[in-house]
């Protein structure tokens, strides 16, 4: 089997349980929306699709750390109610296979590459990234949006 270079990192418990936190808190910048599509509404918890009737929080997550050139806040949504954040970390979840562009990022977090896998999927393309030592980590996003999907970090 082969061996990667890479674990998936899902949104950290504690922003989920936070945004929980600020839609029941009534919070202006925490919406609470019925999924009304089956590929609409990715949570970054659990790392899949909402199904058409389930309960999600959109809320702003800053996925660059305001104070460099490359910060950015951008609308993420997590299911209402707790689940289960993705524990397959070895692997690159199933459901978000398409429609995602793969971002490598410096250590002064500054974007260095970008590409949308094509044919070879985005393990290939999040390992060639890794190999390049420059490569501090690397984000996976909507391809359509822009939205963040998930952080990837080097073994
Ligand atoms: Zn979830």
Known sequence: MKISNFRIVPLQTEVAEAARAGARAGAPDHAVVTADSPRGY???HCLRWAEPGERMILFPFAAIAPGR???ESGPIFVHEDSCERYAAVDKFPAEFRTGRVVRAYNARHDIIA???????????VIERFLQTPETAFVHVRSVSRGCYTMKVERI
């Open 114 to 124: 970008a590409e949308v896998p094509n044919g070879e999927g985005p393990e290939a």
């Open 69 to 71: 050139p490359y910060s």
């Open 42 to 44: 990715p949570c970054r």
